[in-house]
């Protein structure tokens, strides 16, 4: 049985400068339509869209799921998307081609699954969001018990945290939900979260030593972690890798034994001379995926390969799927620095620095209405003002306790103090209490979290989830840092900076087959369907 815990938000970032935020929230009025609609949880309804795809409509996975909750077709692993359909009344197009219909049908879904369930038809509280954990698990659509934990655990941390970006803002709310440990893991990396392994028709069984092996390949799954893991293990997949690794945090998951052959690379003798890592997220979107606790964990896990095999640290031997003789992927994609993560193999591997953010509020942090724009935030001499969702951030954070406070006309002063540590994020919103002008320094009087003796109410915590993401811009961490438009995405709480240039089409992994049966990207979602579900 597992341990009953609360799980807290941290993640990772980058250099002590304010920086700039963006209005956050394309689809959030419509998230909280749906939500009110069909009498569902609204975190719980953005949390999946976030894991699925950032909250992109558009997208395609690499195992042909649609749109922003990677809706399936029926008899495959996940949302149904002709049930979806007829909860709504819609045909499928329409939800291929409308956010407002995919929202709406996820939220039908999830009411259907929660009033399916439940012992007497009725919906669970939608204030009461671990109740509605089973739901959770059955609307994703994978029934092996590992993954199904693996799944609704990361849900609640996502929403216990905090994430946002363009498309949809969420802070965190406090969630206690039972973590159940996952399987120990058994591989030859040591810093490895869990073995599942990827189903037999998908590799080949072999007895490699480290001197057969003379390459890394790095990947970009098109898709998100945990399905990725689900998918290797689908005997009808034709595909896998070795290590698959979170964006948000870094978490990796070893599917196969390094002495076993994967089918990764389209190519067999690099298939049979290699080691394949998956990476979360999206070629054409790597500032929201490729984030700083992602290439860390995954270039402290290629330096260990290469301590242990005939690898040699060098990009003729650490390659991108694109550059395998033959290669019809384009993945990692332009925005994969390589610069940087050939830095980190050979370094220390360290970030180089820590974000601080969180939100000015009247009263009440987690109340959205409340939210105050403009507040001075000030920390350690720097200063800046909240966004449009009250939210702001101070990014390359070193290691130390800091105070942060906030002044808005008509309020007393707050501030919150946490102490940061490695390479995290660290949530530290303020409420502030009406009170009249006062000068900026002047505190409030009732204290909450780590802050006792201020006016600040402290958000902060540390999950051991979420310790990824830099934003962009200037700066970086490791030997010589990511440079202009960072490594850092959008991970667990905003985050905003420059869109890296994306000069390549879509073209990621998880749809490769490296045992020369010639599966493409995109077979499962688009040859196998009616012509009226194939994309332009």
């Known amino acids: 049985m597992g341990s009953r815990m609360s799980i807290g938000g941290l993640v990772c970032g980058l250099a002590l400068v304010a920086t700039p935020t963006a209005q956050a929230g394309e689809y959030d009025a419509i998230f909280t339509d749906a939500a009110d609609e069909f009498g569902v949880p609204a975190p719980l309804l953005k949390a999946m869209a976030w894991e699925a795809s950032r909250g992109d409509p558009t997208v395609t996975t690499a195992w042909g799921g649609y749109g922003m909750f990677d809706f399936r077709e029926p008899g495959e692993e996940g949302p149904d998307i002709e049930r979806i359909a007829t909860l709504l009344d819609v045909s499928p197009d329409d939800l291929i081609d409308d956010p407002d219909l995919q929202i709406h049908g996820a939220a039908a879904l999830l009411a259907h699954y929660a009033g399916s369930w439940s012992d007497d038809g009725e919906l669970p509280d939608v204030d009461a969001l671990e109740d509605w954990s089973t739901a959770v698990s059955v609307f994703w659509g ?14 609640y941390e996502m929403i216990d945290g905090g994430f946002g970006n363009d498309r949809m803002l969420q802070v965190p709310v406090p969630v206690h939900y039972s973590i159940i440990p996952p399987p120990l893991a058994s591989g030859e990396y040591a810093g490895t979260y869990t ?9 080949t069984a072999s007895s490699r030593s480290g001197g057969d092996i003379n390459y890394v390949i790095i990947h970009t799954i098109q898709g998100s972690y945990s399905s990725a893991i689900s998918w290797f293990q689908n005997s009808s997949a034709d595909v896998s890798a070795h290590y698959c690794i979170r964006s948000s945090d870094g978490q990796i998951t070893q599917m196969l034994s390094e002495s076993d052959i994967g089918w990764h690379a389209g190519n067999w003798t690099y298939n049979e001379e290699s080691i394949g890592i998956e990476h979360e997220g999206f ?48 993945d990692p994609g332009s925005g994969w620095d390589w610069d940087y993560y050939m830095g980190l193999v050979g370094g ?9 953010l969180g939100v000015v509020a009247d009263g009440d942090i987690y109340d959205e209405d409340a939210r105050l724009v403009g507040a001075t935030v000030t920390v350690d001499g720097e200063s800046t003002t909240s966004d449009g ?19 808005y006309p008509g309020f007393a002063d707050g501030s919150c103090t946490t102490t940061v540590s490695g390479s995290a994020d660290h949530w530290c919103s303020i409420a502030l209490e009406p009170g009249g002008d006062t000068e900026p320094g002047d505190s409030g009087t009732d204290g909450g979290g780590e802050d006792t003796d201020t006016g600040g109410v402290v958000d902060t915590g540390t999950p051991g989830t979420d310790t990824g993401g830099g934003p962009g811009g200037d700066g970086g961490g490791g030997p010589s840092g990511p440079g202009d438009g960072g490594p850092g995405g959008d991970t667990l709480g905003a985050q905003f900076g420059e869109r890296m240039p994306i000069t390549e089409t879509r073209s990621g992994c998880a749809s490769t087959n490296g045992s020369g049966a010639g599966f493409a990207f995109g077979l499962l979602g688009l040859l196998g369907l009616a012509a009226r579900r194939r994309r332009g």
Do not use: C
């Open 348 to 356: 220390s591997g360290e970030s180089g620095g820590a974000r601080l």
């Open 283 to 330: 070629v054409e979107e790597p500032e929201k995926y490729y984030t700083t606790s992602m290439y860390t964990e995954s270039a402290l896990l290629t330096a260990d390969i290469v301590s242990r095999t005939s690898v040699s640290a060098d990009r003729s031997h650490i390659i991108g799927h694109n550059e395998v003789p033959g290669a019809t992927h384009t």
């Open 389 to 407: 969702d009250g939210m702001w951030i101070f990014s390359g954070i070193s290691a130390g306790t800091y105070t942060i406070t906030a002044s």
């Open 195 to 203: 073995f599942i392994s990827a189903h037999s028709s998908n590799y």
């Open 142 to 155: 994978r029934e092996a018990p590992a993954l199904q934990n693996l799944y609704v655990g990361y849900i």
